[in-house]
Structure formats: structure tokens, C-alpha cells
């Protein structure tokens, strides 16, 4: 959906990533049934902090399921006892390193939605952020303590600023950081 609606603004280019299968094949969906394929480039490739190859787990095989992840996230929120539902091999890509092996300038605006895997895209988006307006996240199953040391701080760092307006809208998962005005005036 944010894909959909970012790309009715005519200026915006919309670089979308989605590494489930099953969810990806419903995104190029919405992107065919609204006539975006100009407007937005779908990828069915993770985000995380290195490139390489990964095993998404699946807590549920359904399009449109949350609680996938690599295998450390998924055990750490499932328990180890846990097995998944379903594995996909997947390959991983930083932000940073996306942005240079195609040669692409870097995002003005961001939107994340990973469901616990924020710090290792952030940690392997920093170039990108340098030259980001705003960041979107959804940020959920982590305390307030983690939330500020994996997320705000380190976008403090890049010189973003939660911007408290919008932090008590809906369940309060979505957190929106933009850069701080440094100018003088």
C-alpha cells in the first residue's frame, strides 16, 4: 500500500522489497491492477546488513503474513522450539550496497517494515540515510530500552529526529524520524 501511494506523486521513482514469494507475487498484483509498473520497481530480495545468501523462515506460508524472518530473529521471537512453517532461500542486500551495485542515487524517503530486522538495515543503510529527508519504521516486539538502542539512537547519530506528531496515531508501531534542520538562521 505504501508502495501504491507513494507513486501517485508524479516526481517519485518507488524502489519496493518484499523477500516473500508469496507476498511479492500479490505485490506485482496491485502494482499490474493499478498500472504502477513505470512508477515502482519490485523486488523480491531481503534487506539486511551485508549481502549474501539467507534462509527466510516462515511462521506462516500466506501472502500478506507477518512474523517471517532470518533465522536468528525468527527463533528469538518463536522460541527455539519452534520450527517453521516454511523456509525460502532468499538473497539479502544491504541498503548501501544495493544502491552501489546498481547504481542507483539514494532514497529521499524511507518506509520499513521487517517485523524485528530495523538495526541491520539501518547499520547497512548508513550511506543512504546520510542523504534521507525521513524514515519510516514500524517498530514492534521490542522493549523501550532496545527501541533506543537499536533505532533512535543510531538515527540520532545520522542526525534524525522523531517526529512526535505522529508517534500516538493508530497502534503506535509506526515511528516517523526526519532530518534535523541544521541550518542557522
Do not use: W
Not at 522489497?17 to 505485490?27: H, V
Not at 542507483?104 to 543503510?125: M, Q, S
Amino acid at each position: 500500500v505504501y508502495s501504491l501511494y507513494a507513486a501517485l506523486i508524479p516526481s517519485v521513482q518507488v524502489y519496493s522489497f518484499e523477500p516473500n514469494g508469496m507476498s511479492f507475487g500479490l505485490l506485482v498484483e496491485h502494482i499490474r491492477v493499478n498500472g504502477m509498473s513505470k512508477k515502482i520497481s519490485p523486488f523480491c530480495i531481503a534487506l539486511g546488513k551485508t549481502i549474501e545468501k539467507e534462509c527466510l523462515l516462515f511462521n506462516q506460508a500466506l501472502e500478506g503474513a507477518g512474523g517471517s524472518s532470518f533465522s536468528t530473529e525468527f527463533y528469538r521471537r518463536h522460541g527455539r522450539d519452534t520450527e517453521p512453517s516454511f523456509s525460502q532461500a532468499i538473497l539479502s542486500f544491504s541498503v548501501d550496497g544495493f544502491l552501489e551495485i546498481f547504481s542507483i542515487n539514494p532514497p529521499d524517503h524511507i518506509k520499513i517494515d521487517v517485523d524485528g530486522l530495523e538495526p541491520e538495515i539501518l547499520y547497512g543503510a548508513r550511506f543512504a540515510l546520510s542523504h534521507a529527508e525521513s524514515i519510516m519504521l514500524e517498530v514492534e516486539n521490542r522493549t523501550p530500552d532496545q527501541v533506543k538502542s537499536d533505532i533512535e539512537l543510531p538515527l540520532k547519530r545520522l542526525g534524525f529526529e522523531e517526529s512526535l506528531e505522529f508517534k500516538d496515531f493508530g497502534s503506535g508501531r509506526n515511528r516517523l524520524f526526519r532530518k534535523r534542520d541544521l541550518r542557522v538562521i
